[in-house]
């Protein structure tokens, strides 16, 4: 089991460019997750797919964010155009089951916009 | 909005010494989780609790969910360095909501 794969684990950009962090969840699983952590604000739900459909969008900040399940073995996050406020650590995490079975992180991509 | 509440923010403890975290929510939840980041790592989970009034220990840990399945707390007996992270509770009400967490530091 490689367990969720994130990528990358790093990245740096500057302010209006594009970023996409991108997810693989774990084989079998049919939920994702995507978190975003900050000092401030903890550990917040962007969104969440079950069986590659949002279910739960609510938690994306504005419309500069936009997450993607085009299969069952890949996600995306996409922020354009970046700000520095969005500097984060962005965690995806995938169960089975639904909300019922312990989530499974991925190691994070620490952002930092300058 | 569904909030789940969490403290202290911080502990500080001698090793050797207990420490519990504790967790509320305003609103009956399904289910707790808890979950445990260690520093510059990503949260694993620790256990599920279900029924009201439910205790379960690993080890050192012991882990309670209240009678109204409104609170949780976690107790870690003679903490250990290995113990040394930030402890979340998230509960399950529709979706999982993760408290703001407790951040352990164990000093030998």
């Known amino acids: 089991d490689a367990g969720v794969i994130q990528s990358p684990r790093h990245e740096v950009t500057e302010m209006g460019q594009e970023v996409t962090l991108r997810c693989k969840p774990i084989?079998?699983?049919?939920?994702l997750f995507w978190y975003r952590q900050t000092m401030m604000r903890g550990l917040e739900l962007l969104i969440y797919?079950?069986?590659?459909?949002?279910?739960?969008d609510s938690g994306m900040p504005e419309d500069r964010f936009s997450a993607k399940m085009p299969n069952a073995s890949f996600s995306t996050l996409k922020i354009q155009p970046s700000e520095p406020r969005d500097s984060a650590v962005y965690f995806c995490?995938?169960?089975?089951?639904?909300?019922?079975?312990?989530?499974?992180f991925g190691n994070g991509t620490r952002l930092t916009v300058t | 909005g569904q909030q789940v509440m969490q403290i202290p923010q911080y502990q500080h403890v001698q090793e050797g010494e207990d420490f519990t975290t504790y967790c509320n929510s305003s609103?009956?939840?399904?289910?707790i989780q808890w979950y445990k980041q260690r520093p510059g790592g990503h949260p694993v989970f620790l256990i599920q609790?279900?029924?009201?009034?439910e205790v379960k220990k690993q080890k050192r840990l012991t882990f309670q969910f209240g009678e109204a399945k409104k609170n949780s707390s976690l107790h870690i007996t003679a903490t250990q360095t290995t113990d040394v992270g930030t402890y979340f509770c998230?509960?399950?009400?529709?979706?999982?909501?993760f408290g703001q967490g407790t951040e352990l530091s164990v000093k030998p």
């Open positions: 084989s079998g699983h049919n939920s």
């Open positions: 609103t009956t939840l399904s289910n």
């Open positions: 995490a995938s169960n089975s089951q639904g909300d019922n079975s312990p989530l499974h």
């Open positions: 797919f079950n069986n590659n459909v949002p279910i739960d």
């Open positions: 998230a509960g399950l009400r529709g979706k999982l909501i």
């Open positions: 609790l279900v029924k009201s009034g």
